[in-house]
């Protein structure tokens, strides 16, 4: 056998009841010390959530948009995934599950504090965990000594992530929605415009400038030719001097009309699709299942930390005993 070998073997045999006893001593004082009389146990309830692809009802359900080829019952990337963690980090759920909850009152924190945000701030953080898992989906933990609490707590967040996220797309929906109405009415505005005028033009007797304009040549030339009365050529005369001054804004309008005519249909599907927007809101989330109150604690775990204590408790005393040895054989050395 190696003779260093040998060495531990003796080492162990000679300080074994120091070793035997240590760990036992740790091991029940850690049961002891870990049991609910001195740590308060912890139970945890977890929500997982898929962000969706898009929460615009227009662009999901509605004709006549750009996004025909996503749908709208697609689980959401990672960037969407990260929009979500954005948002559980909020202060708006922060704030929110603050006082529905009364957080302060249940984390037993002084209200007269001066760090008193900061310190509900760590406790909410130890206790509430988001984090993004590798299917893209978002998981949301609660630890709480009440589990019936920490499974209300999470699904409050969902809740809420589901109404904060809705309310950020629907207040940029309604400037979009109101942006676009200012532009309906004003193109709208130009068209009526536009129908007053060619309403007056046609008082003034232009009706369709082309062919009105080529009939009326042919009877003036036929009227000179034939010898007609001069009333008759001197209206027709007059016929061709209205159409010659005010035919050929007769044609600019009609041609602007067709193509704000054109205009118009497109900005009111505009509109439709940014009405639906800012009045009906789809869910930002797929939740895969409802929190529900643990039926065992979370934390601490007894038995690991019995195990850690005890096997401590066993590399400390062989440490000290080590030490203890070395020393005592260096103080001889040095005597000698």
């Known amino acids: 056998m190696d003779p260093s070998s040998q060495n531990l073997l003796l080492f162990l ?194 009706h369709e400038y082309e062919g009105q304009s080529m009939v009326v040549s042919e009877q003036y030339a036929t009227a000179i030719a034939e010898g007609r009365t001069e009333k008759t050529i001197k209206q027709l005369k007059n016929v061709l001097d209205t159409l010659a001054k005010y035919g050929g804004r007769y044609v600019a309008l009609r041609d602007e009309l067709h193509l704000m005519k054109e205009e118009e249909v497109k900005i009111k599907t505009k509109l439709d699709q940014a009405r639906v927007d800012a009045e009906q809101v789809l869910p930002a989330t797929f939740r895969v299942n409802a929190a529900f109150p643990a039926e065992k604690k979370k934390y601490p775990i007894r038995w690991l930390v019995v195990a850690v204590s005890a096997l401590s408790a066993l590399v400390g005393t062989m440490v000290v005993i080590l030490g203890a040895n070395t020393w005592k054989e260096l103080k001889q050395n040095l005597r000698s």
């Open 13 to 206: 045999f000679r300080n074994r009841k120091a070793l035997l006893a240590a760990p036992v001593i740790a091991a029940i004082a850690a049961a002891i010390f870990s049991g609910p009389w001195f740590i308060t146990p912890l139970y945890e309830s977890t929500v997982v959530v898929f962000p969706s692809t898009t929460n615009s009802p227009s662009k999901a359900l509605l004709p006549q948009n750009t996004y025909q080829d996503e749908d709208f019952m697609e689980f959401g990337s990672e960037e969407q995934a990260e929009q979500l963690l954005q948002v559980l980090s909020s202060d708006a759920i922060f704030d929110s599950i603050t006082a529905r909850f009364q957080l302060m009152e249940h984390y037993k924190l002084d209200p007269l504090s001066k760090t008193l945000r900061t310190d509900l701030h760590e406790e909410y953080s130890d206790k509430i965990s988001f984090e993004r898992t590798q299917f893209m989906s978002v998981r949301i933990n609660v630890l709480d000594e009440d589990p019936q609490m920490a499974a209300d707590m999470a699904n409050a967040i969902v809740d809420l992530l589901d109404r904060v996220k809705s309310r950020i797309q629907r207040e940029r929906a309604t400037v979009g929605l109101n942006l676009v109405q200012r532009e309906y009415q004003k193109v709208r505005k130009e068209l009526r415009d536009m129908e007053d005028e060619i309403k007056g033009l046609r008082g003034k007797g232009v």
